[in-house]
């Protein structure tokens, strides 16, 4: 009996330590990716940059997401890398969907990055990102406006209530987001109400991937969506409304879901328009817009 009590005491004091080495082994020194300002190249000929749009940084290693991060206008951010020697890493720039901080996508209209380095444990890697759209053989630029030059392609027009605020483009003006012009909405003492529609309608296609991009600053709340006209008629669809920014910021507007139940209802051949409106409620304040862009990829 006494020899089965210490064979059981040796064989415990064995699994302990052998455990405690285990415990005892010293984690593997970590590699750094700090990460400042990330960009997005918004004219290819200019090389025009924003960092007004991207949210959330998708960092994969070997081609497995390894880490979702926030990003930050102002300060580094720092991921950790456990992986050392060569490495091949790519980085996805994302957005918060439709301007909801609860939904981080990486936005697919971006190029990711790849990043081939020979990461030493314990440095620290400093990158600032600069994506670039995908090739335009992907994609159509179903609307483009920038302000810059011609007519418009964004016209006043009434649903309802005439609009009585004023709105116009400015050029040369120091508040521009990019280049010379933006597009501005004033609502003075006694104004109430702006809407506005894109120039020329357009078909989008049931299903396929299509974003509004909408870069804007503004003291007065507005409302983005989608003027149609089909089968069932000319009717008008609420996306989302769009709060006061101090600053320039771009909203991504995920129009799939919104399209195809537009076009199950009034069929492939319904038409479409950008519709903006805002109710200013006799209040004295400004919307700035710029860089309006509808894409759609092609399949």
Known sequence: MHRLRLA????????????CEQLDKPEPA?????????????????????????????IYYAGLLQSVVRTSKDSLVTVPILNTGRSDFAID?????TGQSAFNIPYPFWQPLNLVTNVVAQDTLL?????RYIAPTFFDFIVKEDFEGG???????????????????????ASVFQGNGMGYVHFGPGDVFFEAISANSFSLVRGRTCYLE????????????????????????????????????????NLITYVRQI?????DNTEFWIWLKADGADAEGYIQMDDIRLLQMKN
């Open 8 to 19: 059981a005491l040796v064989a415990l004091i064995c699994v302990c330590l052998g455990t």
């Open 214 to 253: 909408i870069t804007y600053q503004n003291s007065i709340p507005f409302q983005v969506g989608l003027l149609h006209q089909g089968s069932s008629g000319l009717g008008t669809y609420e996306i989302i409304n769009v709060s006061p920014s101090s600053e320039w910021n771009t909203i991504y507007i």
């Open 263 to 267: 076009i199950n209802l009034g069929g």
């Open 30 to 58: 970590a590699a750094y990716l700090a990460i400042q300002n990330p960009t997005v190249e918004l004219d290819s000929v200019s090389g025009f940059s924003s960092n007004t749009g991207i949210r959330n940084l998708w």
């Open 151 to 173: 007519s418009m392609d964004l016209v006043p027009f009434a649903s309802g209530l005439a609009g009585d605020s004023t709105f116009m483009r400015l050029r040369n003006n």
């Open 127 to 131: 990158i600032s990102p600069k994506f």
């Open 93 to 97: 720039g994302g957005i918060f969907e």
